[in-house]
């Protein structure tokens, strides 16, 4: 046997190991944390909250998302009235969504000056669940106010 083919041997597979352990490693590492691109549409803001937390996710693992690796303001409560959807057209009623949510966490806010006003639009995700805490309705509403 050629000595020298067997250490080469040897070190390609030691090589494949340690790619295996570090890969086996970060597949069980915790994701980091997950910011929300504020100035985004409230169309991207949903998707990529649908990434995390799909329709048909269970009431606690939205929770442990929510509480554990999205940065947000406050406390997440659940409320038993359901989701809340606002409409801002004349005439047209809010909505709830659902028996049960977390509504209104607030996920950041920023300004821009509009008419030499200074405008601060804040951002807030509600997520509305069914009778068997399953995930329905993911809700993105921005709220502006005038300084």
Do not use: Q
Request: aromatic letters at 10%; charged letters at 20%; hydrophobic letters at 40%.
């Amino acid at each position: 046997m050629n000595r020298k083919a067997y250490f080469t041997g040897g070190r390609i597979a030691l090589l494949g190991l340690a790619f295996l352990a570090c890969a086996v490693t970060f597949a069980r590492a915790p994701a980091g944390p997950v910011s929300v691109r504020v100035r985004s549409s409230e169309e991207k803001i949903r998707a990529t909250m649908l990434m995390h937390t799909p329709l048909g996710s269970t009431k606690s693992s939205v929770l442990e998302f929510i509480n554990t690796r999205l940065e947000h303001e406050g406390i997440a409560g659940v409320s038993t009235s359901g989701a809340h959807r606002r409409n801002s057209g004349a005439g047209v009623a809010d909505h709830w969504i659902g028996t049960s949510a977390v509504n209104e966490l607030e996920v950041g806010h920023y300004g821009e000056w509009r008419y030499l006003l200074l405008i601060k639009t804040y951002v807030y995700l509600s997520w509305g669940f069914d009778a068997n805490d399953r995930l329905i309705e993911v809700i993105v509403y921005k709220e502006m106010d005038g300084l």
